[in-house]
């Protein structure tokens, strides 16, 4: 994978309900393994503003996908929402697909129009843990 940044979330157990927290690592802004948790702002190589006032899906692969407490794997593959640099969210991934043919398949922008909303997993400020 080269280098990337890692987001440290909280990751609930879908078989056991158990929380702990999970590595996902993620390529956009400066990559260079810096550390992430919700609610913080992305850092950007200077002079870059592709990023600036939008939201964007982040493609995320879990280094821990296995639950410590029941050995039931989670899945692997993450979408991490960034609303204008800021982490706002991370949650199981829906559709790989939509990761396929754009920005060597590590994010791709979401529609101007009305904001997303808040999936289930994280979220910003205040999360629901």
């Known amino acids: 994978m080269g280098a990337y940044n890692v987001l440290h979330t909280k990751v609930t157990c879908p078989n056991c309900t158990s929380g702990y927290t999970g590595r996902i690592q993620f390529k956009v802004g400066e990559v260079w393994q810096y550390d992430y948790q919700i609610g913080d702002v992305l850092k950007v190589t200077p002079g870059d503003t592709a990023l600036l006032g939008v939201d964007v899906m982040v493609y995320g692969i879990s280094e821990n996908p296995v639950c410590p407490a029941c050995d039931f794997s989670n899945g692997e593959e993450y979408d991490i929402l960034i609303k204008d640099l800021t982490i706002v ?13 754009v920005n060597q398949g590590c994010y791709y922008f ?3 129009g009305p ?5 289930q997993l994280n979220e910003a400020p205040g999360s629901k843990f």
Do not use: F, N, R
């Open 110 to 112: 979401l529609p101007v």
């Open 115 to 119: 904001k997303t909303q808040p999936g």
């Open 89 to 101: 969210e991370c949650k199981l991934m829906v559709d790989p697909s939509l990761y396929l043919s």
